[in-house]
Structure formats: C-alpha cells, structure tokens
C-alpha cells in the first residue's frame, strides 16, 4: 500500500510533458500542472494558430495564458525531493540497442550521460556525479561513445595520449619510447589543436562555398522566374498580334465581300434596266407587228392609205449594240487580286517565319562568366544603336525635330494628335524602339532639368503622379543633369553623383546581365552612375525636360 502511494505521489508532481519531477511548476487556467519550460515551447509551437490548448484535457485559451510560478508547488516538490522522493524515470530514460548504457547501473541500465576518456567507462547523470568532485575534476568527459575501448593501446594496454606523425597514427607513451621512437609524435591534444585549426579553415572554405553556391542556386531560381515570366509575356504578346492579324484580315475579308455585293447590285440593276427597256421594246414591236398585219388585211385601199403612216411608225430602238460588241466583266479579276494577296501574305510569314523562329531558339541561359564590359569609347561604339523619339509618347508641351531624334521644351502647346501612349501631366517622351541585349547611345543636352532614363512599356502615362515620373517608380531609372550636378533616381529615392559634368551623357544596358551605366563623354569616358539589378521586361530610352528651351538629342554614333 505503502508503495502505490508513493507513486500516486510521484504522479501528482511529475510534468506530463516532460516526464520529470516538476521544475518551476505553473498551473494553467484548467487546473493542470506542468514545468514552465515545457508548457511555454509546447505554446510556442501553438503561436501561429493564436489558439493555446492544454495538453492533457485540451482545453482551450485566447488569449495566451500568462505564466506564473506556483510557489506553494514550487515549495512541496523542494520538500519532496529532500525527503528522497524522485520521480521513476520514463522510458525514454533507459538504454536501447542502440543507445551507450551507462557501465555502472545494475539491473535495467540507464542511458549514458557522458563518458570519461580516462576511467574509459560511461556514466548516466546520477553516477557521473562524483566526477565533479575535486579528485575527478580533471578527468575528460566526452558525449557518450561506444568506442572508448579504441582509445587503448593493443600492444601496451595504455590509453593513447599521443600522436605519431610520421606514420599518422595514434599512440601511447610505451610506443614513442618503443617502436617509433626517433618518429615526429606530439601529445595528442597538441595533434587535435593543429588539426582543429586545419579543421576550422576547411569549414570556412566549404562555409563560403556554400554562401557562394546558395547564391549561384538563387540567381539560377531568377533565372528561370525570368525566363519563365519572359516567356508567359511573349506568348500572350503574341497571341495578341496574331489575333489582330486575324481580326484585320477578317475585317478586309468581309470589306471586300460588301464591297464585291455592292457591285454586284449596280451592275445587275444597270443590267435588268436595259433588260426591262429591251422587254418593253419587244413589246411594242410585237403590237406595231400586229397592227401592220392587221393593216396588210385591209381590202380598203384608200382606208390602208390613210392608216398607213401612223401605223407604221417605229419607236427609236434601244441601243444594245455595246452588248455585243463589249464582252461583259465578271468578279474573276477579284479572286485574282485575292489571290496575290495570298501568295504574298505566305511569303511575307515564310520570310519573316524564319526570323521569329530563329528569334525563340537564340533565347539561351547563360551559365558561363558574361563577357567583360567595354573599357574604352571605341569598345562602347560596338554596341550603339539607332533610337527614334515616338511622337505618340511625347507630352504636347515637347517639339520633336532632327528625324524625331532632338527634343525642345515649348512654352506652348503642340498639336499632337490624342493617343493613349502620351505623357499627358509630366514633359517626357520615350523613344519608339525598345532595347534588349548589350546597346549604348549617346545624349547631347542643354539648357539642365535633363533626366535621361529608361523605361518599361507599362509605366503609367496619364497625370502628374510619381507613377509616371521618370526614377520616381520601380519602372524606371534616370539620371538628372544640372548645368553643375548629377542625381540619380530609382523609386523615388535620390542618389548623389560625382563626376565631370558633361553636356554628353553616354549610356550602357546590358539587359541580360541586368548592368545600367551613365558615362560623362568628353575627351575620356567617365562612369558616373552604375545600376546592377534584374529586368524582367524590355526598355524604352527617356528623357524629360523641366526647363523652357532646354533641349536633349539622340547623338548619331554611327
């Protein structure tokens, strides 16, 4: 009886998480009694639910309960523990297969809790106690091992507190004196020390290729996020424009159909017009014939005198005489011109079938380092490119000249047509072609208030709002050039420019690598400004002006 009591004591104050006797006892809001350390990780693994439950009756809480220790438990478990009373260790406590038992417990092992390199024995937390005493305290303790018999020499039965180094083995004091004496040995601490050195370096190294690999993975995720983004947009851009394709040609097909009706109307209703005179001719002719016929019956001679003359009178006859002599046109001429039509439509999409083929197969990751950028003006030259300013874009407040290249801001407003791709509230303009892969061009200004910018397509158009301010969004990049400084916009935040100002700008894009460089041309070429970040859409070079009479130009470079 005495015994079953103890246990239902041992139970009363055991953590039902843990197992153990209780350590800083708390009791939740349902009664039940568990160690603070053990309710509060099993609540943190709750925190994403915001719902805190009891382990035992499941019991729920909201808000999170707050902990408070229960001193009068806290006080009886202290007692407890004074007075002999342990909680009977779990299950979980006591050695497996595969577990390092401890070398002392009897009957039922525990597990082991440490084992000491110099007892060569290992010890579960109650009998690894007397080696914090002082007569043991130099002793090495190691997490539990199954292998401390390995610590032993086979030759000499003394534990191994040396290293060899010529033949890079462990040894004991008896073989340094013995079989390899004159060899390089060292104690075996001093060995690990080295080692644990080479040892540190060699994590380092794999650290940093790790860091280096993980990035590498990560560039290669947006890689094939790009790729794939790339690849959405271009089928959907040109299911687009073969739609249109279709539209328009069902558009002609059906103008040529009203305008082959329409024609066919006008030359049947001109035709049943002379139809219907000729029948009424007939007609007419019929009758005189028969009145004639009649006339020439008449025994009367002076009564066929007197009817004669206005019998025999005829109506001017219908001309028909072009029906015969003009072979009549038919709409053989229309499938005609269709036809050539056809035949130039399939050469048009066999020729330039080609090139979009050829377009979708040069679309390659490059796994390989990318190539050097240019150094020196004649390098950047390689890359230049033709670009036009699009009248559609520009703000009416903006005069395009020079072949649409030259851009001048006006007091007044010009008369541009309505388009939805203008700036209608900032003075901007881009240009009408769009820029992938390596490019460079130049921009001549004057007058200052210059941004030179890129774009994307999609960047708002309508209004005064940072939307559609050029560096003021994350869809454009710009360079503002005053008559004595340079600041660099993106998203809205600026970046101060040092340099030599120049009243040329010259700019790079590598779009693959995702590289924006702002040069100050002169005699040499100077890096003013140098972007490195993802493009996931073409460009459209910008420029906007914020001055009355400044004026920025497209430089021809070739």
């Known amino acids: 009886m005495a015994q079953k009591g103890d246990q239902l004591d041992r ?12 350590k800083d006892p708390v009791t939740i809001p349902c009664g039940h009694n568990y160690c603070m350390s053990c309710i509060k990780n099993f609540w943190d ?69 440490k084992s000491c390199l110099q007892c060569l024995a290992s010890y579960c937390e109650n009998h690894i106690q007397f080696h914090y005493e002082s007569a043991f305290k130099k002793h090495k303790l190691v997490d539990p091992s199954k292998k401390l018999q390995e610590n032993i020499c086979s030759r000499h039965d003394e534990v191994m507190k040396m290293f060899c180094r010529t033949d890079q083995q462990s040894i004991c004091y008896l073989c340094s004196v013995d ?7 060292v104690s075996a601490a001093a060995e690990r020390t080295e080692r644990q050195r080479e040892l540190d370096v060699s994590r380092l190294n794999i650290q940093q290729r790790i ?66 005179k000729l029948q009424q001719e007939i007609t007419e002719l019929k009758r005189k014939d028969a009145e004639l016929k009649q006339l020439s019956h008449t025994e009367d001679h002076n009564q066929f005198l007197h009817n004669y003359p206005s019998v025999s009178q005829l109506s001017e006859p219908t001309d028909s005489s072009s029906i015969n002599i003009h072979p009549l046109r038919h709409f053989e001429d229309v499938t005609a011109a269709v036809s050539q039509l056809r035949d130039k439509l ?36 390689k890359y230049s490119c033709e670009i036009t300013l699009d009248p559609n874009t520009a703000n009416t407040y903006l005069l395009l000249s020079e072949g649409n290249r030259k851009v001048e801001r006006m007091r007044q407003q010009q008369s541009y047509s309505r388009h939805t791709d203008r700036f209608t509230g900032r003075c901007q303009v881009l240009s ?37 301010f050029f560096g003021c969004n994350d869809k454009s990049w710009a360079l503002r050039c005053n008559t004595n400084s340079y600041i660099f916009f993106f998203n809205n935040i600026e970046t101060r420019v040092s340099g030599p100002v120049s009243s040329r700008v ?19 070429m100077t890096l003013l400004h140098r972007v490195q970040t993802t493009l996931t859409e073409p460009l459209y070079a910008g420029l906007r002006l914020s001055n009355y009479g400044a004026t920025a130009e497209l430089c021809k470079l070739k």
């Open 179 to 185: 079989e390899h004496k004159g060899h390089d040995t």
């Open 211 to 276: 860091q280096d690999r993980e990035k590498d993975v990560k560039l290669l995720q947006q890689e094939v996020e790009a790729v794939s983004r790339s690849a959405d947009k271009a089928m959907e851009d040109s299911e687009k424009i073969f739609t249109q394709l279709i539209r328009l040609l069902q558009k002609r097909s059906s103008d040529v159909k009203q305008q082959i009706r329409s024609q066919q109307e006008t030359e049947v209703s001109g035709v049943k017009e002379l139809q219907e």
């Open 432 to 468: 009408r072609e769009s820029l992938t892969g390596r490019c460079y061009w130049e921009v001549e200004w004057r007058g200052g208030g210059v941004r030179i910018a890129v774009a994307y397509k999609n960047i708002s158009r309508a209004g005064r709002s940072n939307e559609c």
């Open 45 to 113: 693994g709750e925190d994403e639910r915001k719902i805190y439950s009891c382990p035992q009756c499941r019991q729920t809480f909201t808000p999170r309960p707050v902990l408070m220790k229960n001193t009068m438990l806290a006080a009886l478990v202290e007692q407890l523990k004074k007075t002999g009373l342990q909680a009977a260790p779990a299950d979980h406590c006591y050695a497996g297969p595969e577990d390092v038992a401890c070398d002392v417990c009897t009957g039922r092992k525990m597990k082991a809790f």
């Open 346 to 381: 399939q050469d048009i999409l066999r020729d330039k079938w080609t090139n979009i083929s050829q377009a979708v197969t040069e679309v390659k990751v490059s796994l390989s380092e990318p190539e050097p950028e240019p150094k020196t003006r004649a390098e950047f030259l």
């Open 506 to 524: 010259g700019v790079y894009l590598d779009h693959r690598a995702g590289i924006l460089s702002f040069y100050s041309v002169s005699e040499t």
């Open 11 to 22: 139970d009363s104050f055991s953590c039902s998480i843990c197992l153990d006797l209780l």
